[in-house]
């Protein structure tokens, strides 16, 4: 288990848990959802903040929030 | 009798709100529906941007109105809060049209499940079906229909497929006929996740799938690009530098056309209405005034072009990606790049454009250090004042000496932005998590005609917004150079028509070649020698102990009074102080400053140190009062404007002591 911060670019994990609620339900309403397989799609150059993916979805967020999202290795 | 008609035909009228997604092609649509017929005001209490607008159907006239964009009820931003707060007083005649990208149908219905939730009287408007028919994928609509308990309608807003079924469902529009959950806790996390599976379990039912997503395959590829570590840097400044290039080459020549149209009203109304106050007040009050705001319209409507095209196509996103951890240092938020970039142009718009920053004290500081960039009322002073410092045809190596202190000027706008937005991150405290999740939309040519009117409603919001406080400063203003305590400028007029009459005509006064001045010079004199009794007068010599060591004399410092509501009337009052005639001939106004003497050393006034020291004042102070109002709008206290208003002044001031004090 790792927080998303962890993943490099291209790789992918399903998400475990959303640890901040606010941050879960705006991602939710987002499509992020608890259970669904997420990637991170390109790391900015200066390294922060992260595009990740979940379906057709795609959103921009800083490591800091990454960090509250714990995902499963695949 | 009367009152009941009017309420009656209120309550008839069929009200319509637009509700969905960002990047739904919501606003395209509200375009699409109601053409020329909007108008932009504000909800009441609020402070987000009301676009309302009306359309025909079946001849009854339906109001529309275009809610900013929202992922769900539980709001996330000063935006979202509106929406939710909006929808929830809606009346049972109403009607929500949910918005919904048909690509990306899951995510989307989260929102309108809510809706239906909420029992409200929606319908479905499901957009972009030509990209779902590009990805070889197909909704069974008619199932979608039932399983929601809605009416579903196709749509294709770019080319405007589907509105006149749109417009149908409207007029017949039901409640929902069931609830989509039994929730027993409306918008908590549970309630959300059960919401989710059962989307999932009827998109699965409603989706023919056939292809997969080709669009955000382009996307990807267009990123890598884009969001190049190199070339993504490089080509937003290349970009940055083509659209400034585009705002002054492009606009000089319509911004000519509306000057000289604004002289000849002038002009003309001088001839028609009978000389006197009125007549004054009209041509150099309200004509002036006007003129001042509209001249800036080409440069605010190429600037929001460019702007309006780089957020629809979806590159402003991926901007505000590269440049995150950068505006971070300085307590501000990708996000914060379009008020920056918006600030160019004019910094009332810009302001408003925070809005979509969720984090409060980042949505504030960017509010707080917008005007420091330097907005294009700077640009006629920072021309006149560059054209006095420095010689024309100077040069730097390969560079033009003028252009690079405009860069210069622009720059040190920007950095002084920076450095105050610094300042503030570390003085104002926040509890508040500072939170920055934005979605990437995929790449999307933009539908030209609602790119124009989205211009035309930006520029529409900088007149009314800006032009009513500039009309009331100008003419506030008038009124101060205009009169005088006692009777001080009534005497002067006396002194100089018994003159003229005694004196046989005009040779009365020398001008600077030692020949008698013909009847404009004259004129023009006897206008500078009443300014100098007017009020502003008064209160520019008042404070010209305290702008003394800046390098600047009383003259100055009534044209600081006079640009307080608006920079560019710097020139205008220069021209009436340095009593040339002819106002809009600014060549004329630059040579009499030049020649210009300090009334008390009798030495060259606008040495290098004084244009440099009132162009650093010019780049720093607040001097717009539209810009004052629309900050104590968005922040909804006077606290802001107040503190806005005094430290651009000092920095203004100090910077320009120190510029004075090194330089001279």
Known sequence: MRTLDQLKQKECGTILSIVDNQLALQLISMGFVIGEKITVDRIAPLNDPIIISCGSNCVCIRKKEATLITVDDE | ?664
């Open chain 2, 1 to 664: 009798m009367s009152d009941k008609i009017v309420k009656n035909s209120t309550s008839q009228a069929l009200r319509v709100l637009l509700v969905g997604n960002p990047n739904t092609g919501k606003s395209t649509l509200f375009n699409t529906l109601t053409e020329l017929n909007q108008k932009v005001g504000n909800f009441p209490g609020v402070t987000v941007d009301k676009k309302s607008g009306y359309l025909r159907i079946n001849d009854k006239s339906v109001s529309v109105t275009d809610l900013p964009g929202a992922y769900s009820l539980s709001p996330n931003s000063e935006d979202e809060k509106i929406t939710s707060k909006i929808v929830s007083e809606t009346e049972n005649n109403d009607v929500v049209i949910a918005v919904a990208d048909a690509t990306n149908l899951s995510r989307n219905l989260m929102l309108v499940t809510q809706l239906i939730d909420k029992n409200k009287t929606v319908v479905l408007a499901l957009n972009m079906m030509d990209l779902l028919q590009k990805n070889n994928q197909e909704i069974n609509i008619d199932e979608l229909s039932s399983q929601l308990g809605i009416r579903v309608i196709p749509l294709n807003a770019y080319v405007g497929k589907g509105i006149e079924d749109l417009k149908q469902a409207i007029v017949s529009a039901q409640k929902p006929t069931k609830k989509f959950i039994e929730s027993s806790e409306f918008g908590s996390l549970d309630d959300n996740l059960i919401r989710y599976k059962k989307i999932n379990q009827l998109v699965d039912k409603c989706i023919i799938k056939k292809g997969e997503d080709k669009n955000s395959g382009l996307t990807k590829k267009i990123d890598n690009i884009l969001t190049h570590k190199y070339y993504g840097y490089m080509i937003f400044l290349s970009l940055m530098f083509l659209i400034f290039q585009a705002i002054f080459s492009w606009s000089s020549y319509p911004m000519e056309i509306i000057e000289n149209a604004f002289l000849q009203l002038g002009g003309w109304l001088s001839e028609v209405v009978p000389q006197g106050i009125l007549s004054d007040l009209i041509v150099n009050g309200i004509v002036a005034g006007l003129s001042g705001v509209v001249v800036f319209v080409p440069q605010i409507a190429i600037l929001f072009a460019f702007i309006i095209i780089l957020e629809d196509t979806g590159y402003m996103a991926r901007v505000s990606f590269l440049m995150d951890k950068i505006l971070r240092q300085f307590g501000l938020n990708g996000k914060s790049i379009i008020p920056l970039l918006s600030s160019t142009a004019c910094a009332v718009p810009a302001i408003m454009s925070a809005r979509t920053i969720n984090n409060t004290k980042e949505r504030l500081i960017t509010i707080m250090v917008s005007p420091l960039i330097s907005c294009s009322a700077r640009i006629p002073v920072y021309t006149l004042l560059i054209a006095i410092a420095i010689p024309k045809d100077k040069t730097f190596g390969m560079f033009n000496l003028q252009g690079l202190l405009m860069m210069g000027l622009y720059l040190i706008g920007f950095l002084a932005a920076l450095f105050a937005a610094w300042i503030m991150k570390i003085i104002i405290k926040s509890n508040e998590k500072s939170t920055f999740i934005l979605e990437m939309p995929i790449y999307r040519m933009p539908k030209w005609k609602s790119v124009g009117l989205n211009i035309f409603s930006k520029v529409k919001v900088f007149l009314v917004d800006a032009g009513k406080i500039i009309i009331a400063i100008s003419i506030v203003l008038w009124g101060l150079s205009s009169y005088s305590p006692g009777n001080r400028i009534e005497k002067i007029e006396e002194k100089y028509s018994e003159a003229i009459k005694s004196q046989n005509g005009n040779q009365l006064l020398m001008n600077q070649n030692g020949e008698y001045m013909n009847e404009e010079e004259l004129n023009a004199h006897i206008a500078s020698e009443k300014l100098e009794a007017s009020y502003a007068g008064i209160i520019g010599k008042t404070i010209e102990p305290l702008i003394q060591p800046l390098g600047f004399d009383w003259k100055i410092g009534i044209s600081l009074v006079t640009s307080f509501a608006a920079r560019e009337v710097f020139v205008g009052t220069m021209a009436t102080l340095y009593s040339v005639g002819d106002s809009d001939n600014s060549t004329s106004v630059r040579e009499k400053m030049i020649d210009a003497k300090n009334s008390k050393t009798g030495e060259k006034l606008y040495t290098f140190a004084t244009t440099i020291s009132l162009l650093l004042f010019y780049a720093f102070a607040m001097q717009c009062m539209a810009t004052l109002a629309v900050v104590y709008r968005e922040t909804k206290s006077f606290k802001w404007p107040v503190i806005q208003l005094v430290y651009m002044g000092a920095l203004a001031y100090f910077s320009s002591l120190l510029a004075y004090q090194l330089l001279s």
